[in-house]
Each structure stands twice: as C-alpha cells, then as structure tokens.
C-alpha cells in the first residue's frame, strides 16, 4: 500500500494540487504516429467510434422541445427502465427506482463523489493500485489522501471511501463476488462509503462480472454505491450519460447535494438513457464489434512479442514487452499506433501500457498489420 505520487500543479493559491492531465504528455509521440505513411492508429482513450444507436438518436430528438428544467432525480421512466436493466441484464434485484439518479456521465461522478459523501482534508480514500485517474483527483479535490491498495489488499483503518473497479481500467482484471464481498465487508465495519465503477459490466470476454449489488455479493448495501456509464454499452460519451444507484438514504442524500447544486443532467440525455436502458440488442451488437477487434488485436500484439495480463474484461488490453511503458510507447508510435503508458494509472504500471479496443474494424486491422511488419 502506497501514497499515490506524480508531478503536481496547482490550481490556485488554496486550491487543491493535482496531477497534470496525463494524456498532455503523450503530444510527442502522438506526432510521430501522425507521420506514419497511413496515418494514426489511436488506441490511447478509451472514446467510442461506433454510431450512436438511431433509436437512441431518435428518442434525444423528440424531446428536443422541452424549455422547463429537467429533473435532478431524473424523469420515473429513467429510475424505472435503470432498475428494470440492471435486473435483466446483471440479475441485481432489490432496487428501488428512487434509489437511482441520472449523471452527468460518470466522470464528473467519480470527480465529485468524495466531496458529495462528506470527505474531510486528512480522510483516505483507498482506490486500486492500478487505477483510472479521476479517483485520485477527486480525493484531491475533497483533500483527502489517497491509498492505493494490491489485488486482494482491503482497505486500512481510517478509510472514508472505497473505490473499487471491476471490470477494472486499466487492466481488465474481474474480481469475483467473494472478493467483492470481503472489500464491502471491510469498509462498512469501518463505517466507509464503497462505490464500485462498473461502466465496462456488460464486456466480459473470459469471465463473467458481477455487480457489487449483485445478491451474491452481499445483502447488506449499506454504504454501498454503483456508478454506471453508458459511454461504452451505448456509444454514449458524447451525450454524458451515467446513473447512480445502491444504498437508498446514501443516494437521497446525494439527490438533494445534487440538487443544490445544478448537476442535472439535460432532459433529451434523459430520454436517450431511457431508450438506452430498456434495448438490449445495441448492447449486444456493440459487445460483438468489440469482441471482433479484440480478436484481432489481441493475437497480433502476442505475435509481436507482447504479454497480455488480466484482460479478461473491459475495452482494453493490458500489454508488456518486458520494458519500460514508456519505451513500449516509443516502439508503439514508430508505427504509428498511439498507446498509453501504464503509469497513467499508478507507479505500478510502469511496465505495461494500455491498448484500446476503441478504433474502427479498418485501423484496428492496419495496426494489426503494422505489428506483423
């Protein structure tokens, strides 16, 4: 277990410091992969490349004409198709669609969820050790400090809130209900706040994920939150659509801060989560794109000489050559494929990199090419 460390900047003379923007740092090799002969081949983020589902499209549409402000807890259609998807697709019983809110996708979520649930300058909050970076800038943000814990390793005394991650960015890595189970088990005996991210929950290629809310889990959801986002199962990043969902009284407390302060999430967004969440089939349309990709990909990275670990979830492989990330990102650009540098998520990455999934069949293709060349 360490304190998650990296170069800071601050905001402002009481600001808090936070890390620079990790992907400002690839601008060198992000230009050398932009001089490849065919072009770029950027598997560093994680955004869709696929159409946004036309019924999706449609549904944003026909509620373009709406001047009044939407509801912060989002309309009872959205709170009830939320509930009714998390049942049928991830067997979560239970819920109450009053237990749901709409959110601004989920990165501004994660960002302010340490400050929403009361974290104090001091409090930890122990997030994985290999991890998306937005649980340390929102520690940051709140003032706490940041513990970052080993697969397995749960939480230290002291403990105000726990992220967990599966399927996890970076690494892909799933954790079972027992694991889960003990994590939730030993924050709320220290009364801490759990929140489990589980935007890649419908991407299970060699396992199958299961929700921190599923009863296998545990019955007991006290202190217990799970972040959806329906950037990777819908292709909806660009609308910024995510829900929270879990510990009812958590989730009225988070309602009426949110409330107060005007995070709402547009109401043609609303209506697009709502189609989003009561159509299975893009869901499963998309996951099979992926999957193809990923079937490419993955066989020409290992061709190339690279390891893959984990993965066995989520939009990303989790690569090594054995050498320093960066180097591996240096090799990566030569041919024009833009990779990110495993230290983006922690000291413990710093002989890995992240390789999306996240590209069109024809540049997925081009780079699996190139690393045959």
């Keep these: ?19 620079g923007f990790p992907w400002d740092s690839l601008a060198r090799q992000s230009a050398a992969a932009k001089a490849h002969p065919d072009g770029i081949v950027d598997l560093s983020v994680g955004t869709p490349v696929d159409p946004v589902p036309e019924n999706l499209r449609r549904a944003l549409a026909e509620v373009a004409d709406k001047p009044g402000y939407p509801a912060t807890h989002g309309t009872p259609e959205l709170r009830e198709a939320a509930v009714a998807s998390l049942q049928r697709r991830y067997g979560i019983s239970g819920l109450e669609p009053d237990a749901v809110v709409p959110t601004i996708g989920s990165k501004e979520l994660v960002a302010w969820l340490p400050t929403l649930v009361g974290v104090r300058p001091g ?4 997030i994985p050790e290999l991890a998306y970076p937005t649980y ?7 003032g706490a400090e940041v513990v970052r814990l080993a697969p397995g390793e749960l939480p230290p005394a002291g403990t105000a809130l726990l992220w967990l991650n599966s ?20 924050a709320q005996e220290m009364g801490a706040v759990v929140a489990s991210d589980e935007c890649y929950l419908a991407l299970g290629w060699d396992t199958e994920p299961v929700s921190v809310l599923h009863p296998s889990v545990g019955a007991d959801r006290r202190g217990v939150l799970a972040v959806h986002s329906l950037s990777k199962s819908s292709n909806l990043a660009g609308y910024r659509a995510g829900f929270i969902t ?27 989560i709502t189609a989003a969440l009561s159509d299975d089939s893009h869901v499963s349309a998309q996951r099979e794109l992926y999957a193809a990709r990923r079937a490419v990909l993955r066989p020409a990275l290992e061709a190339a000489g690279f390891r893959i670990e984990h993965s066995q979830a989520g939009l990303y492989l989790w690569a090594t050559r054995g050498e320093d990330a960066w180097e591996t990102v240096d090799w990566l650009a030569q041919r024009g494929i833009l990779a990110a540098p495993g230290t983006f998520y922690g000291p413990a990455g710093d002989h890995h990199v992240r390789i999306a999934l996240t590209a069109t069949d024809e540049r997925i293709a081009a780079a699996a090419k190139r690393l045959a060349e």
Excluded: C, F, W, Y
């Design 136 to 142: 340390e800038v929102g520690a940051k943000i709140a």
């Design 167 to 186: 399927p996890s960015n970076p690494t892909g890595r799933v954790l079972d209900a027992q694991q889960l189970g003990e994590s939730v088990r030993a």
């Design 1 to 19: 277990m360490s304190s998650a460390t990296g170069p800071d900047t601050t905001s402002g003379p009481r600001g808090p410091q936070l890390p």
């Design 246 to 272: 879990g510990d009812p009284d958590l989730v009225r407390r988070l309602l009426e801060l949110r409330k107060h302060a005007g995070m709402i999430v547009p109401r043609p967004v609303q209506e697009a």
């Design 123 to 126: 409090d930890l909050v122990a």
